[in-house]
């Protein structure tokens, strides 16, 4: 399934103003450039020594469950500095798409100082059950699919009735439009069928995906569920009365 959400962009131009969320794509996109997954700084080398370079870029700030586990007091932050730094610029451009376009709405909901503490929270704890899933790997993992898996759990509960229009490849990519309640339970289901065919090699972090979904479904119920009112009961009457 392949969006590309136009109502829901048009709700999100229109929405106020989102500096955490427009900050986040524009922090990314720049880690992204000055590393060397970009190709574009020249201080890493080209060819055999660009690709080494890469590795070690990725083993220094992306999660490796084997060394998290170990007990290193550095690699305890790894899911945190992961958040912020990409494979490729395919990676970038789905992730920062993604993040635009659930980003601001979510934000605007929430309050700025909520959502960069849901982000980074739900982030963080997405790449940690991945990782405990994988205790064993040395593979390295980088990416905020993670935490914007959460915004799109949060943005299931808050907005269900949102319009995203979607292109699906069973129905000959022809766009249509579902309210966001079909949509993102659709998208997380894939995410969970993946997880059984993920193999622990280099790829997508599906489990990271579904944790974070999950994680930003539940934070959202639970900090915007309607509240509970409890009526108080009359206080009876003296004996002998009756009650109105």
Request: hydrophobic content about 50%.
């Amino acid at each position: 399934m392949i969006g590309n959400w136009s109502g829901t962009v048009r709700r999100a131009l229109r929405s106020p103003s989102a500096p955490v969320t427009y900050g986040l794509i524009a922090l990314c996109c720049l880690v992204f450039v000055i590393g060397p997954a970009s190709g574009l700084n020249p201080a890493y080398g080209s060819g055999d020594e660009l690709f080494a370079a890469r590795r070690a870029y990725f083993r220094r700030w992306g999660v490796v469950p084997a060394e998290l586990f170990a007990g290193s007091a550095r690699a305890t932050l790894t899911p945190a500095t992961a958040l912020f730094v990409h494979g490729s610029w395919v990676h970038l451009l789905g992730n920062m798409l993604f993040l635009y376009v659930f980003g601001a709405m979510t934000e605007d909901r929430m309050g700025r100082v909520r959502f960069i503490l849901f982000y980074s929270g739900c982030g963080y704890l997405a790449l940690l059950g991945y990782a405990a899933a994988h205790a064993a790997s040395s593979q390295s993992l980088v990416g905020a699919s993670g935490a914007i898996s959460a915004v799109l759990g949060a943005f299931l509960y808050l907005f269900p009735r949102a319009r995203v229009t979607s292109l699906l490849p069973f129905l000959f990519f022809l766009p249509l439009r579902f309210p966001a309640w079909v949509v993102l339970p659709f998208w997380a289901a894939l995410q969970w069928v993946a997880v059984g065919q993920a193999t622990q090699g280099p790829g997508v972090a599906y489990l990271a995906h579904v944790v974070g979904f999950g994680l930003g479904f539940a934070c959202a119920w639970a900090r915007f569920r309607p509240a509970t009112r409890v009526r108080a009961a009359p206080a009876p009457a003296p004996e002998g009365e009756n009650q109105p």
